[in-house]
């Protein structure tokens, strides 16, 4: 991680077993000369305590006397919480103190760490978690998630829809945070990385009409955010803004067989795969592993539009990628939701981790349809790096 980090980025050490220890304060990468001696001083000293690590960050954070453009809380465990005051249960007051601009991403190393905690953090910082399997994992893991840090585009975004016409927001079926009233809509997202997209998803009901039109307008949306390579203060709260962009519909008088629209149709199949994720999540959670199975299968049925009870052995591989993507994460869960060992040895944070990748178009795993290409670069550089540490030393022959 350190490695790829330029000499302005700072960086803060953060232990945590019982109780927390702050290493040392923020710090350019060039001033971190023992750095490397306080990483190898980290060790399992008994005891888990994931507020007290997150009290100790979060106060550091608040503390800080100047601020980079982008910066980030990176949270690593691989135990489960056992402290007397449980951190799920501070989460919400925790997760309030993290400073504007901030984000926040968990990492849940192995088979053994708390992944309710870490997925209810992600949650409510609307952050990232991401399951670390085994050693292999840890270098793609945060190359994944340092290449998105080093290449954010765009901060504190929020998406205004301004109804017309009688027209009124139902639901947004996107899991972002969100505000709605009579006459318009607010979406929230966090931070963006270049090459990302989202596809944001809102049910809305029109109003009846007594005249056919060729033109009706329903809405209109603009979008607003904050650029990080913008100073602050050479702009009010460095907000720029877009044009602003109009929604318009036919309402003819007969309708017509018109092909639907394939996007969105691929973006509900993802909503859907989302929703079933986290309703096999519940399931297994509560012993029910054969439930959890049947609805992953109900989900792939519907997913390839099989109708329901029809076989689902031996599936061709889809041609449309985000579709065969979403197959085989399905596929992969049911064997993680099989048992109570398979649900307990990681099943859960796997399921999570897959459910959280597709719920914000984002890569969390190790190979993913939305990796970018800083993404990419930086998790080559990361496994290459921690290839060579374990490499044995070279001899030469002399003579």
């Known amino acids: 991680l350190l490695t790829q980090l330029s000499p302005l980025d700072r960086f803060c ?28 001083k980290l060790a399992a000293t008994g005891g888990t305590s994931i507020r007290a690590g ?48 901030c984000s926040a991403h968990s990492f849940g190393y192995g088979s053994n760490h708390d992944a ?16 670390v399997e085994d050693d292999d994992a840890i270098a793609p893991a945060f190359g994944n998630c340092l290449g998105g840090l080093l290449s954010v585009v765009a901060q504190n975004i929020v998406i205004d ?18 505000q709605i009233s009579s006459s318009s809509t607010q979406v929230f997202l966090p931070d963006l ?15 009846m009409v007594t005249a056919s039109d060729e033109k009706m307008l329903i809405m209109q949306a603009i979008l607003g955010y904050k650029d990080p390579l913008v100073p602050t203060g050479s702009d009010v ?6 044009d602003w962009i109009e929604f318009m519909i036919m309402r ?21 795969v989302v929703e079933s994720l986290a309703r096999a999540s519940d399931e297994a959670g509560q012993n029910r592993f054969k439930k959890a199975i049947e609805n992953l299968d109900e989900a792939i049925r519907d997913l390839l539009d099989i ?53 914000q178009q984002r890569c969390l795993s190790v190979s993913s349809l939305y990796s970018t290409k800083s993404q990419s670069k930086t998790k080559s550089k990361s496994v290459e790096w921690s290839d060579s540490q374990l490499r044995p030393p070279r001899t030469l022959n002399k003579g």
């Open 13 to 40: 050490l953060v232990g945590f077993s019982s109780c927390a220890t702050r290493f040392h304060n923020f710090k350019k990468i060039h001033e971190c000369n023992a750095l490397g001696s306080c990483i190898n």
């Open 54 to 101: 997150l009290e100790a960050a979060l106060s550091t954070l608040e503390g800080r006397q100047s601020k980079n453009p982008v910066s980030s809380l990176l949270l690593l465990t691989d135990g489960q919480d056992n402290s007397l005051e449980s951190a799920y249960q501070q989460l919400e007051t925790l997760a309030k103190r993290l400073p504007e601009g």
């Open 116 to 131: 309710k905690v870490l997925g209810r953090f992600a949650e409510l910082t609307a952050g990232t978690f991401t399951y």
């Open 161 to 178: 829809f301004v109804m017309s016409n009688g027209t009124k927001t139902e639901k947004v079926l996107s899991h972002y945070r969100s």
């Open 193 to 207: 990385f270049e090459e990302e997209k989202r596809d944001i998803l809102l049910s809305i009901d029109l109003p």
């Open 237 to 242: 709260n460095n907000l720029q803004k877009t």
């Open 252 to 272: 003819p008088e007969k309708t017509s067989e018109l092909l639907p629209n394939k996007n969105l149709i691929l973006q509900r199949k993802r909503l859907k």
């Open 307 to 359: 109708p329901a009870g029809g076989s689902i052995i031996n599936i061709e591989k889809p041609q449309e990628p985000l579709i065969a993507s979403l197959l085989t994460q399905l596929q992969n869960c049911k064997s993680r939701v099989a048992s109570k060992e398979s649900w307990n040895l990681g099943g859960m944070a796997y399921v999570q981790n897959q459910q959280s990748e597709q719920m």
